[in-house]
């Protein structure tokens, strides 16, 4: 499975639990770490987790697992590390303040997978 399909999987599942302004950004012209970052907010640690929760059984169910998952027992900031691709779950304080957006403004912002 390509990156891009990954992509359309985990943003399809964030979608499915109401994921709040789900961003695509293509990294690829300026990183080496990854091709994609998702990034979506959560009205409340109940969702983001919901949300986190909901990508890796979508991901799993096409034979995909995270290589590391981070921050979700405080649900703030759940990193899910795919390799190709890095989802991203914020609160919504936790998204304005570390502004990764702004961070990867180098990237290109994928409208549509």
Not at 44 to 49: L, P
Not at 61 to 73: D, L, T
Not at 92 to 107: H, M, P, Q, T, V
Request: no cysteine.
């Amino acid at each position: 499975m390509n990156s891009r399909e990954m992509a359309k999987i985990a943003v399809q599942a964030l979608e499915d639990k109401k994921g709040i302004d789900i961003r695509v950004i293509d990294i690829t012209s300026v990183s080496v770490i990854a091709d994609y970052f998702i990034i979506a907010t959560g009205a409340n640690k109940s969702q983001v987790q919901a949300m986190v929760d909901n990508v890796e059984e979508e991901m799993f169910k096409n034979g995909v697992e995270a290589k590391q998952i981070e921050g979700y027992s405080t649900a703030n900031w759940i990193l899910l590390d795919y390799s190709d691709i890095i989802v991203h779950v914020f609160s919504s304080e936790d998204r304005l303040f570390y502004d990764l957006e702004r961070i990867w403004k180098d990237g290109k912002i994928i409208e549509e997978l």
